[in-house]
């Protein structure tokens, strides 16, 4: 029997649309080999060799486990999202769902709810993998609470940043681009290495970058420090990403 | 009829439709310093066919972009069902199928309309349009494998998936073997019986001929002639007045 083509056009509950969306661009992320290594393989690698290991290397037991973390957020929040979003933009995927009832913040908030669902299983995951390794971080309550914000916002200037350069740049340009500012951004950027290792004259610099100000938050919180300037320094940083994001964006390519 | 180039397009005997599906009005829009549309007006009538040929290069896929919304003319309007380009109510009315692939390389076709249908509020059952359209024996396969007709055919089951009022198709039988060109011609005749409005660009003379109520002739980003096939073919075939008014694509 054929179909009865009869229009009947509508579109669905946006919370409907919104979950599926992200539930579609989980399925993609974990279907990436690539994406799996950003997420998941490199942070318990390094996780698993830091507290093995890194003894030998001076690395500290407590802090170290949270500069994975914030490693984590970064690959998920900046690499995966400004590749995958590359991609899509490359493949019409973007150009195809501007003609359904999937608005832009529908898009923009499905892929939110990918990247916060992969970005909170990292986290758990390295937290429950540090902890059977020895981890024992004991911040005050209140630490963590004026803490952890500070991974939403740098999420959000980290995405932000993707979006600027999946929306502007070709797909395998971002690729390589991506990887390489992910490594410039976690070896030199402040995001693994704590600030002190680094020499006088530059720590007053790294300390301006997103990736230093989630790093020592994070390692400050791991030691029940509340790193306080981070919320300037990251609340900045989302602004004028956040204002060049929707300036250069492209949705086609 | 009139031979030869001019601004204005010429209307034929068909006047412009008074509750047109689609309607735009001098669009005019530079991208990169170059203009791509210029002054561009034309309309799709609901329950019909509308078909917009031009060369390569001529402007039809910016056109469609503007059409749904990605790209916002310089000047000029544009109305779909009612409604702005882009907004919810257009985009929950009408259905597209791009010209280029439209669809993650690792998504299968099965997931991906199971995705699309979980957009619209009332959408064909995914497994019957597959089986419809002939999808069902490659649903599983990731997208990147299929062939380029078969990424086509996913692309048409996308576009109509939503159970849209007006109908988008961009190149819809390119790279399409004979049989399956015939019945996707097929299903976009049904469309139109079943009262949704189509809008098709192609290259393809014999395409426009078999299908269009209504053929608009672009080029240069304007149009140029419109009419019937029936009225545009009076005097030479559809391709010999396409060669007439239109220059060599990409030129």
Same mark, same amino acid.
């Given at each position: 029997?054929?179909?009865?083509?009869?229009?009947?056009?509508?579109?669905?509950?946006?919370?409907?649309?919104?979950?599926?969306?992200?539930?579609?661009?989980?399925?993609?992320?974990?279907?990436?080999?690539?994406?799996?290594?950003?997420?998941?393989?490199?942070?318990?690698?390094?996780?698993?060799?830091?507290?093995?290991?890194?003894?030998?290397?001076?690395?500290?037991?407590?802090?170290?486990?949270?500069?994975?973390?914030?490693?984590? $957020?970064?690959?998920?929040?900046?690499?995966?999202?400004?590749?995958?979003?590359?991609?899509?933009?490359?493949?019409? $995927?973007?150009?195809?769902?501007?003609?359904?009832?999937?608005?832009?913040?529908?898009?923009?908030?499905?892929?939110?709810?990918?990247?916060?669902?992969?970005?909170?299983?990292?986290?758990?995951?390295?937290? !429950?993998?540090?902890?059977?390794?020895?981890?024992?971080?004991?911040?005050?309550?209140?630490?963590?609470?004026?803490?952890?914000?500070?991974? $939403?916002?740098?999420?959000?200037?980290?995405?932000?940043?993707?979006?600027? !350069?999946?929306?502007?740049?070709?797909?395998? @340009?971002?690729?390589?681009?991506?990887?390489?500012?992910?490594? @410039?951004?976690?070896?030199?950027?402040? !995001?693994?290495?704590?600030?002190?290792?680094?020499?006088?004259?530059?720590?007053?610099?790294?300390? +301006? !970058?997103?990736?230093?100000? +989630?790093?020592?938050?994070?390692?400050?919180?791991?030691?029940?420090?509340?790193?306080?300037?981070?919320?300037?320094?990251?609340?900045?940083?989302?602004? $004028?990403?956040?204002?060049?994001?929707?300036?250069?964006?492209?949705?086609?390519? | 009829?009139?031979?030869?180039?001019?601004?204005? *397009?010429?209307?034929?005997?068909?006047?412009?439709?008074?509750?047109?599906?689609?309607?735009?009005?001098?669009?005019?829009?530079?991208?990169?310093?170059? &203009?791509?549309?210029?002054?561009?007006?034309?309309?799709?009538?609901?329950?019909?066919?509308?078909?917009?040929?031009?060369?390569?290069?001529?402007?039809?896929?910016?056109?469609?972009?503007?059409?749904?919304?990605?790209?916002?003319?310089?000047?000029?309007?544009?109305?779909?069902?009612?409604?702005? *380009?882009?907004? *919810?109510?257009?985009?929950?009315?009408?259905?597209?199928?791009?010209?280029?692939?439209?669809?993650?390389?690792?998504?299968?076709?099965?997931?991906?309309?199971?995705?699309? =249908?979980?957009?619209?509020?009332?959408?064909?059952?995914?497994?019957?349009?597959?089986?419809?359209?002939? /999808? %069902?024996?490659?649903?599983?396969?990731?997208? &990147?494998?299929?062939?380029?007709?078969?990424?086509?055919?996913?692309?048409?089951?996308?576009? /109509? /998936?939503?159970?849209?009022?007006?109908?988008?198709?961009?190149?819809? %039988?390119?790279?399409?073997? *004979?049989?399956?060109? &015939?019945?996707?011609?097929?299903?976009?005749?049904?469309?139109?019986?079943?009262? =949704?409005?189509?809008?098709?660009? %192609?290259?393809?003379?014999?395409?426009?001929?078999?299908?269009?109520?209504?053929?608009?002739?672009?080029?240069?980003? &304007? /149009?140029?002639?419109?009419?019937?096939?029936?009225?545009?073919?009076?005097?030479?075939?559809?391709?010999?007045?396409?060669?007439?008014? %239109?220059?060599?694509?990409?030129?």
């Amino acid at each position: 029997m054929s179909l009865d083509l009869t229009p009947r056009p509508g579109a669905s509950d946006r919370r409907d649309r919104i979950a599926q969306h992200a539930r579609i661009e989980l399925a993609m992320l974990l279907r990436n080999g690539e994406q799996l290594l950003l997420a998941f393989v490199i942070p318990v690698g390094l996780l698993v060799g830091g507290m093995l290991f890194g003894d030998r290397f001076g690395l500290d037991r407590t802090t170290f486990p949270a500069s994975v973390m914030a490693l984590a $957020v970064w690959s998920s929040s900046f690499t995966s999202l400004a590749i995958n979003t590359a991609f899509e933009r490359r493949y019409g $995927v973007l150009e195809r769902l501007a003609a359904t009832p999937l608005t832009r913040g529908d898009l923009i908030a499905g892929k939110a709810q990918a990247t916060i669902t992969i970005t909170a299983v990292q986290v758990l995951a390295l937290t !429950l993998l540090a902890l059977a390794l020895g981890w024992r971080p004991n911040p005050p309550p209140m630490v963590s609470l004026v803490t952890w914000p500070l991974v $939403v916002l740098a999420a959000f200037a980290f995405a932000c940043l993707g979006l600027v !350069l999946a929306g502007r740049l070709e797909a395998t @340009v971002v690729l390589g681009l991506a990887n390489l500012v992910y490594l @410039v951004g976690a070896a030199g950027g402040g !995001l693994v290495v704590p600030l002190s290792s680094y020499q006088d004259a530059v720590r007053p610099v790294l300390a +301006l !970058l997103p990736t230093a100000a +989630l790093g020592e938050a994070l390692r400050g919180w791991a030691t029940g420090q509340f790193t306080w300037w981070a919320y300037p320094v990251l609340g900045a940083w989302c602004l $004028v990403l956040l204002f060049v994001a929707r300036k250069a964006f492209r949705w086609t390519s | 009829m009139r031979l030869g180039r001019r601004r204005r *397009p010429d209307f034929c005997e068909t006047d412009p439709v008074p509750d047109a599906s689609l309607k735009l009005d001098q669009v005019s829009l530079a991208l990169g310093g170059r &203009r791509i549309l210029n002054e561009l007006t034309f309309d799709a009538a609901p329950g019909l066919i509308t078909a917009l040929l031009g060369p390569n290069g001529c402007g039809k896929t910016t056109t469609i972009r503007c059409c749904t919304g990605l790209l916002v003319p310089d000047s000029g309007s544009i109305s779909i069902l009612g409604f702005a *380009p882009g907004s *919810p109510d257009a985009a929950a009315r009408v259905g597209l199928m791009p010209q280029s692939t439209g669809a993650w390389s690792g998504v299968r076709p099965g997931e991906l309309l199971r995705y699309l =249908a979980s957009l619209y509020s009332h959408p064909h059952d995914p497994d019957a349009l597959a089986a419809e359209l002939g /999808i %069902t024996g490659f649903a599983k396969t990731p997208y &990147r494998r299929l062939s380029g007709g078969q990424q086509q055919l996913v692309n048409l089951a996308g576009a /109509i /998936i939503g159970r849209p009022e007006f109908v988008v198709l961009d190149e819809p %039988t390119a790279g399409l073997d *004979p049989h399956v060109r &015939r019945s996707t011609w097929d299903l976009i005749r049904r469309l139109r019986d079943a009262g =949704a409005g189509v809008l098709l660009t %192609t290259h393809a003379m014999d395409e426009a001929e078999q299908l269009a109520d209504h053929v608009w002739l672009m080029d240069a980003g &304007r /149009i140029v002639l419109g009419g019937t096939v029936a009225e545009l073919t009076r005097e030479a075939s559809l391709e010999e007045v396409f060669l007439a008014h %239109t220059k060599r694509g990409d030129a």
